[in-house]
């Protein structure tokens, strides 16, 4: 357990609809990742928050937006959903931001797009 | 982007030591080298990271080459519980994003 949580754990949603998944951070952590995980493949970096503003982006279309709360929980949106979008998703906790950090992952949201 | 190169697959037995390799040519001298590890249908795990020298932890054993172009993890007695995909990582002193490369799927045979 590392005390990062994510939901919900599963969720089917069709073509063209909006999703939203949340994650809670381990407690005292202030950065937050999102990850997609396609069958097969490593996470692909979407964005990262640390202290509510966006801190980093991968190459993943606009209609991927975030938000990260006071508490440092945080949230993932995908608008107009399409059938690629269905994967892994994970969301990975830290303390700062910085390359001697150790990021916690959540067990991750399975979302599948018919 | 520092790249990692790992092999796409490995075996090995049951309570015997295991070493992974990684080769990162193009590393520079403010990357860091982690390796994360992500059991079946979970997310992933951190294991271990390092600089320049060696390092070791509860889970495994880090070398690092001299010349840092490459590194290899060592899981001291391998278990069942060990069988995993593992990722090399270098983390950029510039920016210090998570990349996942595709990793080594180790399996552990009893």
């Known amino acids: 357990e590392t005390g990062v949580t994510q939901s919900p754990t599963h969720l089917i949603k069709t073509r063209g609809q909006q999703v939203t998944l949340r994650c809670s951070s381990q407690?005292?952590?202030?950065?937050v990742s999102w990850y997609q995980q396609a069958l097969g493949q490593g996470p692909q970096f979407i964005f990262q928050?640390?202290?509510?503003?966006?801190?980093g982006r991968g190459n993943f279309p606009p209609r991927f937006s975030g938000l990260q709360f006071p508490n440092y929980s945080s949230e993932l949106n995908v608008n107009a959903l399409e059938l690629d979008d269905s994967a892994l998703y994970l969301c990975?906790?830290?303390?700062?931001?910085?390359?001697?950090?150790?990021?916690?992952f959540g067990q991750g949201t399975r979302l599948t797009v018919v | 982007d520092a790249k990692t190169t790992q092999p796409n697959s490995m075996e090995s037995n049951e309570e015997e030591p295991v070493h992974l390799p990684c080769n990162h040519s193009?590393?520079?001298?403010?990357?860091?080298i982690h390796w994360y590890r992500q059991l079946p249908s979970q997310g992933p795990e951190y294991v271990i990271h390092?600089?320049?020298s060696n390092v070791n932890n509860r889970m495994a054993s880090l070398a690092i080459a001299e010349d840092r172009k490459s590194s290899t993890l060592i899981l001291h007695r391998a278990t069942l519980r060990d069988a995993a995909v593992y990722y090399c990582?270098?983390?950029?002193?510039?920016?210090?994003?998570?990349?996942f490369g595709k990793g080594t799927r180790l399996h552990i045979l009893p």
């Open positions: 193009t590393i520079s001298g403010t990357d860091y």
């Open positions: 990975a906790s830290s303390l700062g931001v910085g390359v001697d950090t150790e990021a916690f």
């Open positions: 390092g600089l320049t």
């Open positions: 407690s005292g952590h202030n950065t």
């Open positions: 990582i270098l983390r950029d002193g510039r920016d210090d994003k998570i990349i």
């Open positions: 928050y640390y202290r509510e503003e966006e801190n």
